[in-house]
């Protein structure tokens, strides 16, 4: 390796180019999510926990540093890097997003870093779209439904939108429910731009009726309880993790990404197993619903649960780099490293 290794030129991809990219490609990314999950489901990716840097006089604030790395057998599509993500929730309050971030690209031959990319727009699209993959697979394969909520206003909601949109799915009623009225109002206009019909603004009660519910909020604890609250067969695309309490975790099925990434951090699985002692509530992956090896009940309320893995950054990051160098809209920074030879 060493003797033909080379250092890889450097790029940065700003945020105006991801956006436009990823603009164009709202259905191949939710194929790269799910092939994603599957190359993970066979053992070809290395996915370690999340490390949180939390500040103890601010704790609504983190940054979450996620490393992770692709292995192709092949080796023609492999990739390492890292995410490194911000969520400051008070920043709505000064008009900006929550959360902000990186994606660092690194050659798995020389390790050497060779992207920058703007990650906060990869890190949205990638989590609406396996919202939305775990929707069609959870909704018998089918793009339709009677009503669908979203409750949070945010850009992550924003996100989850557009990409059922751009995936050809189609509502009867679409409902968005958000604490900040502005919020709400301005993902409601978002829906209405899109071409939906009018996109209304409902309650939290109205919205957990949704055939479709979706969890996009900031909420740090569950604020929904009773286990009674979604009928048989309702799907709850449980994106922010904390929103509902354990009880009705566990009197529900239950779908992740990833069981062991998912089962800690205090989200509501991980609550569910510290209060009840067990894990008799996970019913398994996104990726055996995809292999087949899995069947979707409808006796009980379906909960998705995707914790978000920083491989699904990675694998669309790694597309996005590789049509940002063939359009020429990739910025190279000649030197970036200063020494490019051991002698």
């Known amino acids: 390796m060493t003797a033909q290794a080379s250092i890889p030129p450097f790029h940065v991809i700003p945020g105006a180019t991801v956006k436009d990219i990823l603009a164009g490609m709202r259905q191949e990314a939710i194929e790269v999510v799910a ?57 709505i309050h000064a008009g900006i997003p929550r959360a902000s971030a990186v994606l660092i690209l690194n050659d798995p031959q020389t390790g050497y870093p060779y992207a920058l990319l703007e990650g906060a727009l990869i ?11 775990g929707a069609w697979l959870l909704n018998d394969k089918q793009k339709r439904a009677g ?46 731009q899109l071409g939906l019909p009018q996109v209304q603004l409902w309650s939290l009660e109205e919205a957990l009726k949704a055939d479709i519910v979706v969890f996009a909020t900031s909420a740090g604890t569950p604020y929904v309880s009773g286990d009674d609250t979604f009928r048989p067969g309702q799907i709850v695309l449980n994106i922010s993790l904390r ?75 790694r597309r996005i780099h590789d049509v940002a160098l063939e359009q020429g809209s990739a910025v190279a920074v000649p030197s970036f490293f200063g020494e490019e030879r051991r002698w």
């Open 147 to 192: 009503s669908l909520s979203i409750i949070g206003g945010g850009v992550i909601a924003r996100n989850i939108l557009d990409t059922f949109i751009g995936d050809d799915w189609s509502f009867g009623q679409v409902g968005v429910h958000d604490l900040n009225r502005e919020s709400a109002e301005a993902l409601a206009g978002f829906g209405e």
């Open 35 to 91: 092939q994603t999950y599957l190359t993970h489901e066979r053992g070809e990716t290395v996915n370690p926990d999340s490390y949180f840097l939390r500040f103890p006089e601010e704790p609504a604030n983190r940054i979450i540093a996620l490393p992770a790395a692709i292995v192709d057998k092949q080796g023609e599509q492999s990739v390492s890097g890292i995410k490194w993500i911000a969520s400051y929730p008070d920043n």
């Open 243 to 317: 929103d509902i309490d354990a009880g009705i975790v566990a009197a529900s099925y239950n779908y992740f990404d990833d069981v062991s990434h998912c089962l800690k951090a205090n989200t509501s699985p991980h609550l569910a197993e510290q209060r009840f002692g067990h894990r008799d509530f996970v019913t398994g992956t996104v990726a055996q619903i995809l292999r087949g090896e899995l069947q979707v009940n409808r006796d009980k309320p379906l909960i998705y649960s995707p914790f978000g893995m920083g491989i699904l950054d990675l694998a669309l990051g």
């Open 123 to 133: 890190s949205a699209v990638r989590t609406a779209a396996s919202a939305v993959l």
